[in-house]
């Protein structure tokens, strides 16, 4: 009896000699998250498609974690302000809702930008494919009549494109697209921002545009845009009819806008798993599958992993285009 107290004694004194060590581990590998309101910081004013896709997830990511969730618009920069603030604060508790301007600022921009891959990937929320469309005055009604348009206009002087701004996606999308169909060296005409993009090729002063499917569907199934072909791996449910570039014979041209959830550098993975969950949590409350879909949109959701392959994927192939047509945010 003697003998096993004296060990029962031997071994809590061990154990109380170990707790003040092994405290701090036990609570880095346990964080309690969220402790206060989640911030969603989003680079974007109110009402656009990064904006949108916050909005979407805020009441359900709430609901599972039981802490308020909250949009903050830190627009500017392409997104740089926002990106650049969640990297400076490196607070868990402000997270960053990017679209996939975060993989092409960095080729882009003058002065440098927040590497994406530095950010935690948390999951995916939304994908949007791209569609070429032209005005209905155009004599294109298929990708083989397109090319011979833009091959005989620039040989008249040139053919020139809409973007929704020097150095974003639409901008970038329509040069990898002339790149993979081997199309002669096109015109940039940069507008700020989508809305007055479309405008001006619904009213006829530039040829063709190629922006995201949500933006442009409404004017497709108004009969004011005719669409060419979609930029993603399969058509879209919302254009049947419309082929893929692949179906096109275009090697290599699979692109989507898509708007991701991330974290902090080093973010806990016990961290990324709680948001994780209630990202998908909130992609699976009733409406919001509808209203992401409705345009045309795909649901995101999944792993983090989703995320961040397309994140990788997407940062080589737009520092390739951006290099290559030696392209500047303007």
């Not at 500017?76 to 603030?85: I, K």
């Not at 940039?188 to 949500?214: E, R």
């Not at 082929?243 to 990324?272: M, N, S, Y």
């Not at 992609?283 to 961040?308: F, W, Y």
Request: aromatic share 6%; proline share 9%; net charge positive.
């Amino acid at each position: 009896m003697t003998s096993i107290s004296r060990r029962s004694a031997l071994a809590a004194a061990a154990a109380s000699a170990a707790t003040p060590w092994l405290a701090p581990f036990a609570a880095q590998a346990q964080p309690a998250w969220p402790t206060k309101p989640v911030s969603l910081l989003v680079g974007y004013p109110p009402g656009g498609l990064t904006d949108a896709g916050a909005r979407f997830i805020t009441n359900g990511m709430a609901a599972a974690l039981n802490q308020p969730v909250v949009v903050e618009n830190k627009p500017g920069a392409s997104g740089n302000l926002a990106s650049a603030e969640v990297l400076r604060l490196a607070d868990d508790h402000k997270l960053l809702v990017a679209n996939t301007s975060l993989t092409i600022n960095p080729h882009t921009f003058a002065t440098p930008s927040p590497n994406p891959l530095e950010f935690t990937p948390i999951g995916m929320i939304l994908e949007s494919q791209l569609v070429l469309c032209v005005n209905p005055a155009a004599p294109a009604r298929n990708f083989a009549e397109f090319r011979a348009w833009v091959e005989k206009e620039s040989q008249a002087g040139g053919f020139n494109y809409a973007s929704a701004g020097s150095g974003g996606n639409t901008h970038l999308a329509m040069e990898l697209l002339r790149e993979r169909a081997g199309l002669p060296v096109m015109n940039q005409v940069p507008y700020k921002g989508s809305a007055p993009a479309i405008q001006d090729l619904v009213g006829g002063q530039v040829p063709c545009l190629v922006d995201a499917a949500s933006l442009l569907i409404p004017f497709i199934t108004s009969g004011k845009l005719r669409p060419i072909l979609v930029t993603g791996r399969s058509r879209l449910p919302a254009l049947p009819d419309v082929p893929t570039g692949t179906e096109l014979g275009l090697k290599d041209f699979d692109v989507t806008v898509f708007v991701g959830l991330w974290g902090k550098p080093r973010l806990a993975p016990e961290i990324v798993r709680t948001a994780n969950a209630a990202l998908n949590a909130a992609m699976a409350a009733p409406g919001v599958s509808s209203a992401i879909t409705k345009n045309g949109d795909l649901v995101g959701g999944g792993t983090p992993e989703r995320l961040a392959s397309l994140t990788r994927d997407n940062y080589k192939i737009w520092g390739e285009i951006a290099k290559k047509n030696n392209i500047r945010a303007g």
